[in-house]
């Protein structure tokens, strides 16, 4: 039996993101999610970072399991432009430019003096020096920082091989941003959003965010494919069909 949207929504302790619960599927292990997607490299993890563990958030190798997908992403394939939104220090965009050096990556942030026009849910406000201050420090030049809210921007560059949307998690960001996104890929386009695990969006307000931006665009059949989700990462993966 099939419910309309707004039902769905009106049931949502039954049917807690219904287009999520039939299209999410979960890979027990990186070794898994490289099957599914025939990847045959593994990703360069460079980073004492990606081994910390500051917070409870950071349980199970959280922060090394999102940089083996984003990572896995980028030097699988050869992709040739890859857009991150959500720069904050850089350090996932060192991850990204090290792992496809041919590749030019954009990565968006939001100017300090508009983040009060950024949404409710954002993770981190650096200063404008801070923002991109750890790939600056590698000198890596295969990157290109864009200071701009993306309630407002577009991008103008494409197509877009790999996306990750890491910026504002309001729900409607994550629609908006990816919908932009979606708009510049090809068939075969990967698109990563971070925050987002279905099993834990009744734990953290951000992720039950991403997820309603999610779960909308599938809705507006604007996603209609499957998501892999790697176990205990916070990583959405999203192969665009065609």
Same mark, same amino acid.
């Given at each position: 039996m099939k419910f309309p949207f707004s039902s769905m929504f009106q049931h949502r302790d039954r049917y807690p993101f219904p287009f *999520? &619960? $039939?299209?999410? *599927? &979960? $890979? +027990?292990d990186f070794s898994c999610l490289k099957k599914a997607l025939a990847w045959d490299r593994d990703p360069l993890l460079e980073g004492d970072h990606l081994y910390e563990f500051q917070y409870l958030? @950071? =349980?199970n190798n +959280? +922060? =090394?399991l999102d940089a083996a997908v984003i990572g896995g992403a980028c030097c699988n394939g050869t992709p040739r432009i890859i857009l991150e939104i959500g720069t904050s220090h850089g350090r996932t965009t060192v991850l990204i430019a090290q792992n496809a050096p041919e590749a030019t990556v954009y990565t968006v942030n939001i100017p300090p003096e508009e983040i009060a026009q950024g949404g409710r849910n954002v993770t981190f406000a650096p200063s404008r020096d801070e923002i991109g201050s750890y790939y600056r420090e590698k000198g890596l030049a295969n990157v290109r920082q864009i200071f701009a809210n993306t309630a407002r921007w577009e991008? @103008?560059?494409?197509?877009i091989d790999v996306a990750f949307i890491d910026g504002c998690h309001d729900a409607d960001f994550v629609y908006h941003d990816t919908r932009k996104v979606l708009k510049r890929c090809r068939p075969g386009s990967i698109v990563i959003w971070h925050d987002f695990n279905p099993e834990l969006a009744k734990v953290y307000g951000w992720i039950n965010d991403v997820c309603t931006g999610v779960e909308r665009l599938y809705a507006d059949r604007l996603l209609t494919g499957r998501i892999l989700h790697l176990q205990d990462s916070w990583t959405g993966l999203y192969l665009v069909p065609g």
């Open positions: *999520l &619960t $039939a299209n999410v *599927l &979960t $890979a +027990r958030e @950071d =349980l +959280r +922060r =090394l991008p @103008d560059f494409g197509p």
